[in-house]
């Protein structure tokens, strides 16, 4: 299946629905007849399906959905505009881009994804401290300073040289 550019969301717009998604949650856009009342709307959210209609008519969108959504964060938003269907579904695995809404559907390129700018007190802490690491490796390099990995070795072999004091380091070339 060949693999389309997102849309500025990060999702597709399709002929009968549309989506974007950020990291933690996916939106679907379904269009329905203006003056569409929210009580009028069927909206079945499952852990991994989806079904949007109206109320007395073949469903709009019926699909298994790409990835699982967490059922206790996901709903459907509202028909403000009264011509727009908006569900919110949050993601299961809070760290992957979805390549389509629905499994087998239309995917995107989630290569050509431009996420939104995090901050570092929204990443795991694994993440976090890795992000962190790299960014003082840059301000080091920038600086003309050694990196942490270059600290950390020279750290060592200072030790290394303390607890040796009987070898002669003088000649050594050590980069």
Known sequence: MTSTVPNK????DLDNYSWTQTLQEVTVLVPV???TKSRFVVCDIKKNHLKIGLKGQPPILE???YSACLLNLSFMVSTEDQNTISVLLTKHDQMEWWKSLVKGGPEIDTQKVEPENSKLADLDPETRQTVEKM?????????GRPTSDEIQ?????KKFMAEHPEMDFSRAKIN
């Open 9 to 12: 969301g990060n999702g597709l």
């Open 33 to 35: 007849p203006h003056g």
């Open 63 to 65: 699909v298994e959905s």
């Open 135 to 143: 960014m003082f490796d840059q301000r080091q390099k920038q600086m």
């Open 153 to 157: 070795k020279q750290d060592i072999l």
